[in-house]
């Protein structure tokens, strides 16, 4: 994205899994609103810093590594976004596997649990867990993250 130069040039830009690997964030956000034509549209993907499985798993969790020089939460993110001269910023975090991953680090024995949730692994029934990942999602902790916002049409420099 460095090598891209102008201004105003795509009514939609979308980054997988690009922002943990930026140098400078803001400075990431800020070419992504000059090359987005106004009233255009940013898609981000990227992890979340507060997602389940990478809180419950810490350095075994394979978000950690390699290694990645960013982490936000749709809180942070969207300071990031609105500070870059985003607005009508929708933040997600639609995950289905954080349980799994970690149910199933622990049943390979790559982490170790307390004792709750080996609890829950050993005497939680199939429904009961997909109510866990459904509460994980729908309340932003997930490990992953979704990010739509829209480039103001007002001129502005970006900080």
């Known amino acids: 994205m460095e090598e891209i130069e102008g201004e105003n040039l795509f009514d939609v830009v979308v980054c997988f899994d690009l922002l943990p690997h930026a140098f400078d964030p803001t400075d990431f956000f ?3 609103n000059a090359i987005t034509k106004p ?3 940013a898609f981000v993907t990227t992890l979340n810093g507060l997602g389940f499985d990478t809180l419950v798993m810490g350095r075994e969790s ?3 590594s390699p290694p ?3 982490f ?4 942070s993110l ?3 976004l609105q500070k870059c001269g985003f607005v009508n910023i929708a933040i997600t975090t639609p995950g289905e596997l954080d349980w799994d ?3 199933s680090a622990f049943l390979r024995n ?3 649990l307390e004792k709750w949730w080996q609890t829950v692994i050993r005497y939680a029934n199939p429904a009961a867990k997909a109510k866990l990942q459904g509460w994980i999602s729908s309340n932003n902790f997930s490990s992953y993250m979704w990010a739509i916002a829209n480039k103001t049409t007002k001129v502005q420099k970006n900080v």
């Open 68 to 70: 990645h020089l960013n």
């Open 78 to 80: 969207g300071t990031l």
């Open 62 to 64: 394979k978000a950690i």
């Open 72 to 75: 936000f939460n749709p809180a």
């Open 110 to 112: 790559e982490i170790r």
């Open 39 to 41: 009233k255009g549209w």
């Open 30 to 32: 800020n070419k992504i």
């Open 101 to 103: 991953i970690v149910e």
